[in-house]
């Protein structure tokens, strides 16, 4: 168990919909990071953000938004769903910021756009 | 932009093998992370190299930091089956600010 717990486990939606994906960093973490494993494939790198703030900017596209709240835990809101956001998404936590710090992964949320 | 590739992309061994997985980087890297993820898993931590050159060993896992710090190579001596999963470097970079790039991932699977 890495600490940072990710719901809902499975979505199952529509194409045109929204939903959104909750992510609870590890205890003490700062940074959240979002990422994108679609079937067989690697880690796209979607966001990241440090205490409340955007750090970083990855593949993101604009149909999709996240944000960091007060208490650290974060949110990927993914709208107007099309059948290729069917993907794996991950959530990340680190004590830092930076790239030297290890990242603990949450155990994802699966989501199929049918 | 930057990308950091890993070979092979699949590799199917036989229990008792060694298997060696590459990560190479078009630029210089302050360091390089590697992870595992198993099967229906999440991405777990295995280790960081941080010194060009740098070697260290886990068992019989044993991961090396290219004296460029452009690549590194994580060998595994004698596979067994619980080694299967998907092998992920993961290397830092310094874009304006310092990211870590996440290469293609080798895919091992270990036949008994």
């Known amino acids: 168990d890495s600490g940072v717990t990710q719901t809902p486990k499975h979505l199952i939606t529509a194409t045109g919909q929204r939903v959104t994906l909750r992510c609870s960093p590890r205890?003490?973490?700062?940074?959240v990071y979002w990422y994108q494993q679609s079937l067989d494939q690697g880690l796209q790198f979607l966001i990241q953000?440090?205490?409340?703030?955007?750090?970083a900017k990855g593949n993101i596209l604009e149909r999709f938004s996240a944000q960091q709240f007060p208490d650290l835990h974060s949110e990927l809101n993914l709208s107007s769903l099309e059948l290729g956001d069917s993907a794996l998404y991950f959530c990340?936590?680190?004590?830092?910021?930076?790239?030297?710090?290890?990242?603990?992964f949450g155990p994802g949320t699966r989501l199929t756009v049918t | 932009g930057q990308q950091v590739m890993q070979i092979p992309q699949y590799q199917h061994v036989q229990e008792g093998e060694d298997f060696t997985t590459y990560c190479n980087s078009s630029?210089?890297?302050?360091?390089i992370q590697w992870y595992k993820q198993r099967p229906g898993g999440h991405p777990v931590f295995l280790i960081q190299?941080?010194?060009?050159?740098e070697v260290k060993k886990q068992k019989r896992l044993t991961f090396q930091f290219g004296e460029a710090k452009k690549n590194s190579s994580l060998h595994i001596t004698a596979t067994q089956t619980t080694d299967v999963g998907t092998y992920f470097c993961?290397?830092?970079?310094?874009?304006?600010?310092?990211?870590?790039?996440f290469g293609t991932g080798t895919r091992l699977l270990v036949s008994p």
């Open positions: 953000y440090y205490n409340g703030e955007e750090r």
């Open positions: 205890s003490g973490d700062l940074s």
């Open positions: 990340a936590s680190s004590a830092g910021r930076t790239a030297a710090y290890e990242q603990y």
């Open positions: 993961a290397g830092g970079m310094n874009t304006g600010f310092q990211k870590l790039v």
């Open positions: 190299l941080v010194k060009s050159g």
């Open positions: 630029t210089t890297l302050s360091n």
